[in-house]
T-cell receptor, first 109, second 112 residues
Framework: GQSLEQPSEVTAVEGAIVQINCTYQTSGFYGLSWYQQHDGGAPTFLSYNGLDGLEETGRFSSFLSRSDSYGYLLLQELQMKDSASYFCAVKGNAGKSTFGDGTTLTVKP | DTAVSQTPKYLVTQMGNDKSIKCEQNLGHDTMYWYKQDSKKFLKIMFSYNNKELIINETVPNRFSPKSPDKAHLNLHINSLELGDSAVYFC???????????FGPGTRLTVT
């Protein structure tokens, strides 16, 4: 089976940097993705890591270490609009994606 | 143009009823999914179809039956609705070689 762990809540102030960690156990691994979901909205794709290392997309970066079964999402220059839930997701065998339970990020002024 | 659309957006019904949710994507993707998100925001995959064929069927009660008339549509029919079925149901699609999934706006189902 597949299981993912991420913190349930994170709080930070505007302009700060926050890191959301994700550890996983999976049978078959084809990549770690991150999704953002605002209250009342749908999950939207943020980033994907298939190989070890850092991927950067604007203020957001994502990191993967396959040997440690670990990844993180780094959000820089936090803005109020970044307040949302963030999900890591692992794609395993048969193309099945398993999502973590989500991390609620609250950005305070 | 909406990439992944679902109807209805809200569905309020009584226990024991049967209801359907429809999903359509205009992205040309081969793979479509149904997810259930409960009140704690846990997002769980229910079904996945690739080119109209069922490839993932999680431990979902038999009361839930997906149907894919063509690769652009994936509908979800639910029989004998129960209180525990209350949730937001998301349809999503992706290209089989890509990792990004595109989610529909969700259908909030409330069973009373």
């Amino acid at each position: 089976g597949q299981s993912l762990e991420q913190p349930s809540e994170v709080t930070a102030v505007e302009g700060a940097i926050v890191q959301i960690n994700c550890t996983y156990q999976t049978s078959g691994f084809y990549g770690l993705s991150w999704y953002q979901q605002h209250d009342g909205g749908a999950p939207t794709f943020l980033s994907y890591n298939g190989l070890d290392g850092l991927e950067e997309t604007g203020r957001f970066s994502s990191f993967l270490s396959r040997s440690d079964s670990y990844g993180y999402l780094l959000l820089q220059e936090l803005q109020m609009k970044d307040s949302a839930s963030y999900f890591c997701a692992v794609k395993g065998n048969a193309g099945k994606s398993t999502f973590g339970d989500g991390t609620t990020l609250t950005v305070k002024p | 143009d909406t990439a992944v659309s679902q109807t209805p957006k809200y569905l309020v019904t009584q226990m024991g009823n049967d209801k359907s949710i429809k999903c359509e994507q205009n992205l040309g993707h081969d793979t479509m999914y149904w997810y259930k998100q409960d009140s704690k925001k846990f997002l769980k995959i229910m079904f996945s179809y690739n080119n109209k064929e069922l490839i993932i069927n999680e431990t979902v009660p038999n009361r839930f039956s997906p149907k894919s008339p063509d690769k652009a549509h994936l509908n979800l029919h639910i029989n004998s609705l129960e209180l525990g079925d209350s949730a937001v149901y998301f349809c999503a699609s992706s290209h089989p070689d890509q990792y990004e999934q595109y989610f529909g706006p969700g259908t909030r189902l409330t069973v009373t």
